[in-house]
T-cell receptor
Framework: NAGVTQTPKFRILKIGQSMTLQCTQDMNHNYMYWYRQDPGMGLKLIYYSVGAGITDKGEVPNGYNVSRSTTEDFPLRLELAAPSQTSVYFC????????????FGPGTRLTVL | EDKVVQSPLSLVVHEGDTVTLNCSYEVTNFRSLLWYKQEKKAPTFLFMLTSSGIEKKSGRLSSILDKKELFSILNITATQTGDSAVYLCAVDSNYQLIWGAGTKLIIKP
C-alpha cells in the first residue's frame, strides 16, 4: 500500500494564480482531511469529507474548495492565490473519523509570491 | 473557543535524559487526546487516550491523561538522537481534531 500520496511536493505560485493539490489514498478510508501548517503552528483543518460526495468546512476554509467524487481522491483547489496561503498542506485519511488514527501524506510546500 | 496548548515550545537535552512534554486543553466536547510525532515530513501517530489515569506505553514512550485537570503528558525515557522531532498533541472535540503548536525536541549526542 502506498498509503496517502500528495502531489506536487513543492509549488511556487504568483498572486492570483490558481492550482489544485492532489491527494489519493489506497486504504479504502471513508474520512479524508485537508490541513495547513504554518511555521511554528499546529495544524488547522481546512475541509474534510466523510465519504464520496460529502464534504464540509473545517476551521479555515476561506480561499479553498474541495470535491470528493471517489473514495480514493480528495483534491484541494486554491482559487486566486494570496500570500496568506503560503504554508505546508497535509492531506490525511482515517477509517472511522476521529475514533481512529489519521494517516498523513508527505505534504505540499506552497509559496505564494 | 477550543484550544490546545503545549509546553515547552522547545527543549534541548542530551542523549540518555528523560523528558516530559505537556499538553493542556480547553474544549467543548472532549472525546479523546492524541499524540503524534513529526519529523521532517508528515505526523505519525503515537497514542490515543480516552480515559483518565490509564497509561499508554510503547517502548520508551508513555503517556497519561488527566481529564479532571485537562492535561496530558508524554514521557520519553533514555532519549536517543532519533527521538528528535516535533511532538504534536491533538484533542478530538466535536469530531474534529484541535491541534497544539507542538514541542520541538532536540536530542544532543
Amino acid at each position: 500500500n502506498a498509503g496517502v500520496t500528495q502531489t506536487p511536493k513543492f509549488r511556487i505560485l504568483k498572486i492570483g494564480q490558481s492550482m489544485t493539490l492532489q491527494c489519493t489514498q489506497d486504504m479504502n478510508h471513508n474520512y479524508m482531511y485537508w490541513y495547513r501548517q504554518d511555521p511554528g503552528m499546529g495544524l488547522k483543518l481546512i475541509y474534510y469529507s466523510v465519504g464520496a460526495g460529502i464534504t464540509d468546512k473545517g476551521e479555515v476554509p476561506n480561499g479553498y474548495n474541495v470535491s470528493r467524487s471517489t473514495t480514493e481522491d480528495f483534491p484541494l483547489r486554491l482559487e486566486l492565490a494570496a500570500p496568506s496561503q503560503t504554508s505546508v498542506y497535509f492531506c490525511a485519511s482515517s477509517y472511522s473519523g476521529t475514533k481512529n488514527e489519521q494517516f498523513f501524506g508527505p505534504g505540499t510546500r506552497l509559496t505564494v509570491l | 473557543e477550543d484550544k490546545v496548548v503545549q509546553s515547552p515550545l522547545s527543549l534541548v537535552v542530551h542523549e540518555g535524559d528523560t523528558v516530559t512534554l505537556n499538553c493542556s486543553y480547553e474544549v467543548t466536547n472532549f472525546r479523546s487526546l492524541l499524540w503524534y510525532k513529526q519529523e521532517k515530513k508528515a505526523p505519525t501517530f503515537l497514542f490515543m487516550l480516552t480515559s483518565s489515569g490509564i497509561e499508554k506505553k510503547s517502548g520508551r514512550l508513555s503517556s497519561i491523561l488527566d481529564k479532571k485537570e485537562l492535561f496530558s503528558i508524554l514521557n520519553i525515557t533514555a532519549t536517543q538522537t532519533g527521538d528528535s522531532a516535533v511532538y504534536l498533541c491533538a484533542v478530538d472535540s466535536n469530531y474534529q481534531l484541535i491541534w497544539g503548536a507542538g514541542t520541538k525536541l532536540i536530542i544532543k549526542p
